[in-house]
């Protein structure tokens, strides 16, 4: 079976716990081949946890969740060292995220130096205790959750962090159990051909102008930046990838923008409409080019 036949199996086995938002998924599935990280945002017991479950259970990784709140410490996340009497040494004991798939259970309920304890692993894929650097277990992915801004308890995530999540997605509905479809070894091998999905300049030249496009927009305080760039584009090969090609088309960077773009952008105080609305108007306002 090749690569592409595994990550449709992959959408189909996710489909039996996650039933209505097989776009969604789509889109979730293409933000892990291209090695990035997703948010989801909502109000509790929609089914947001048992996505990140779903799809580790259908990639075979291991998987780990923790519930953030106020009184998380970093070191739950990253891991401490104590001192082993035996050994006479320190010893390292390793944090939640030490995993393949780490679920970061409403991400925004903990104090920002918790939640800062994460962006080493997610940017940098190590994490560093007492001077010690670490590698986190490849492949890893955060699937953190949020509860809407304003609910009790949440504080609006830093821009430092949302620019590290790859996309953002809102949902859920749940049902059924998922089945391993493929192992780590065959995850790695649907990326490496994600990788080798062609983008051409004309592409690359339109996600740029998208991009600068929010910078100049004047109902936002805060237009994308250049790690939105590169993640775009990344993301972009991903969705070629799951639609049977392998090069990009301005269709593909079209159907993720509005995920990959909204939740870095800072609406203007007063501004008409959501960052979500006005990431749609700016990609409505960018022409598209025309692939030969």
Not at 2 to 18: C, D, L, P
Not at 48 to 72: E, H, S
Not at 172 to 177: P, T
């Amino acid at each position: 079976m090749n690569e592409r036949n595994v990550a449709a199996q992959v959408v189909s086995e996710v489909k039996k716990a996650i039933v209505g938002k097989d776009n969604v998924l789509v889109k979730v599935l293409a933000a892990i081949l291209a090695r990035g990280h997703i948010l989801l945002e909502d109000i509790p017991g929609v089914g947001k946890t048992t996505l990140a479950l779903a799809f580790g259970r259908a990639l075979d990784l291991r998987f780990a969740r923790m519930q953030f709140t106020p009184d998380v410490m970093p070191s739950d996340v990253t891991g401490f060292s104590i001192y082993d009497k035996a050994a006479g040494a320190m010893t390292y004991q390793p944090g939640a995220v030490m995993c393949n798939l780490f679920l970061a259970d409403e991400l925004n309920r903990a104090t920002s130096r918790t939640q800062s304890a994460l962006l080493e692993a997610m940017e940098e894929g190590q994490v560093t205790v007492d001077g010690v650097s670490r590698p986190v277990p490849q492949p890893f992915v955060v699937i953190a959750t949020q509860n809407p801004v304003g609910a009790s308890g949440t504080q609006r995530l830093p821009d430092s962090q949302l620019d590290r999540f790859l996309q953002r997605a809102e949902f859920l509905e749940q049902h059924g159990f998922v089945d391993r479809v493929v192992d780590r070894e065959g995850l790695e091998r649907m990326r490496q051909a994600v990788d080798a999905v062609h983008i051409s300049d004309e592409i690359l030249s339109y996600i740029i102008s998208l991009v600068n496009a929010t910078r100049r927009h004047p109902q936002l305080i805060q237009g994308a930046s250049p790690r939105a760039t590169l993640s775009i584009a990344s993301v972009s090969r991903a969705v070629a990838f799951l639609r049977n090609r392998d090069y990009v088309v301005p269709e593909d960077v079209q159907c993720i923008w509005r995920e990959a773009c909204a939740h870095r952008l800072l609406p203007a105080p007063g501004a008409e409409g959501t960052a979500g609305d006005i990431a749609a108007q700016v990609l409505r306002g960018v022409d598209s080019p025309k692939i030969r």
